[in-house]
């Protein structure tokens, strides 16, 4: 079961107002097995050294959050039944 989602800051950017923000990547899980313990997955895409940090640190912080949670799926709607097809006359 995923506990929290592991999160580094990438960068920043200024949005259309100016404002700074953060630039996020998702870089895995915290997770929890039948047992009650607790591991962690790490995408085998992700590069740590690509993460910036303070030069004169060899670590970087990797933030918990807890999953979203998505709204359920609007079931489809219903097709329109087809019109019967009749002879003309």
């Known amino acids: 079961m995923k506990l929290y989602d592991l999160v580094v800051t990438t960068g920043s950017y200024l949005d259309n107002s100016g404002t700074s923000k953060n630039r996020y990547q998702n870089m895995g899980a915290l997770m929890q097995n039948k047992e009650g313990g607790k591991y962690i997955l790490i995408n085998k895409t992700f590069n740590p050294a690509g993460v910036p940090s303070v030069p004169e640190k060899d670590s970087i912080a990797v933030s918990l959050y807890k999953p ?10 219903p097709e329109p039944e087809p019109e019967p097809e009749y002879e003309e006359f």
């Open 68 to 77: 979203e949670t998505k709204p359920a799926a609007k079931p489809p709607a």
